[in-house]
């Protein structure tokens, strides 16, 4: 399996901090959490089922026609690609490495491309899987660019595959609301905003013979009975998704803004983190461990991924830290 951040135990082990003195700033999960009321027994009792209103929630919630619930949107990463003949996909890289590794699994041809690439070049592919915005490069698209790329797919029976599990912040960029053309697929998340991710929620946005298909290849009960109930009440806070979405923009702002002012510029990064391309990665993530502080480190290219502080004690913490880090280079 692939590596993935979140693996905090781990890092307490390999560096002897107990978990609790750690500042977690490895996923892209926002740390101020949709408060998650008392479930009810029954949630836990019975079997799903799928006439709870978590759809309808989910479709209003989306402006979606059609949703399918799943268990996380991995699930539908790694289903999608057995739903297709042997095809040839345009991935975006750096991203979100499962999409790759889930196509190559199914026995598909797999190629790593720039963003502008797989813009310009969509003839060469069957599928193009894009993550808006993308994790951890930051890339944004237009949606009259999106909606063109598909159409070229579109008329050869192709797929264009978005990832927008971290685009709630700025839902007026996603294309849920065009997710019942032929070949659109969207994914959907609410690990990252409502900072669910235990959950193991999300939604796939499609025509209805797709998600057909992607509900026989799945199975019944994709989400646990809890699970449904607490995403239907997140779903349908939009009181507290309003004051999040402002929240989340000015966090990502200065989180980037720490960064810069002790010499530790983004190269890119959107409401949920930054992302920081440097020769120098492995040093300075172990760096930061040293300290309790635990990033996201990529091998390639080089670079690490700052999630979210969280409150000015953990801003203040980081900020510290990288002063320290900035001051030990400065004297070496």
């Known amino acids: ?29 926002n740390p101020e959490a949709w408060p998650v009321p008392a479930i009810p027994a029954r949630a836990w009792h019975r079997l799903p089922e799928d006439e709870d209103g978590l759809d309808a929630a989910a479709r209003d919630y989306y402006g979606a026609p059609e949703v399918l619930a799943v268990a996380g949107s991995q699930a539908a990463i790694q289903a999608l690609p057995r739903l297709r003949a042997q095809a040839r996909v345009g991935v975006l890289a750096p991203g979100y490495a499962e999409h790759a590794h889930a196509w190559r699994q199914a ?10 690439r ?7 592919y069957d599928v193009v899987v894009l993550i808006h915005p993308n994790n951890p490069g930051g890339e944004r698209y237009e949606r009259a660019t999106l909606l063109d790329l598909h159409a070229r797919l579109a008329a050869r029976g192709g797929w264009l595959l978005i990832d927008e599990a971290f685009i709630d912040a700025t839902p ?36 209805p013979p797709l998600l057909a298909a992607l509900r026989e290849r799945l199975g019944p009960w994709t989400l646990s009975g809890p699970s449904r109930h607490a995403v239907q009440l997140a779903l349908a806070d939009r009181d507290w998704q309003a004051r999040m979405r402002g929240r989340l923009l000015a966090q990502g702002e200065r989180l980037g803004a720490v960064l810069r002012a002790r010499g530790f510029a983004p190269d890119a990064g959107c409401a949920y983190f930054q992302w920081r391309r440097c020769e120098d990665a492995v040093e300075l993530h172990e760096a930061l461990a040293r300290r309790g502080i635990l990033t996201r480190l990529f091998e390639t290219p080089a670079s690490l991924r700052f999630g979210l502080p ?22 070496a």
């Open 172 to 207: 007026e960029r996603s294309l849920c609301a065009d997710s019942a053309r032929s070949g659109l697929i969207v994914l959907r998340s609410v690990g990252k905003f409502f900072g669910l991710a235990g959950a193991r929620a999300g939604f796939v946005c499609a025509a």
């Open 1 to 29: 399996m692939l590596e993935h951040g979140g693996r905090l135990l781990r890092a307490a082990q390999r560096y002897g901090i107990a978990p609790a003195d750690w500042l977690e700033l490895s996923t892209g999960i």
């Open 107 to 116: 026995g598909h041809t797999v190629e790593l491309c720039e963003s502008e």
């Open 118 to 124: 797989l813009l310009a070049q969509s003839e060469r």
């Open 310 to 331: 969280g409150d000015d004690a953990a801003y203040a913490r980081l900020d510290a830290a990288l002063a320290e880090i900035a001051a030990a280079r400065s004297a």
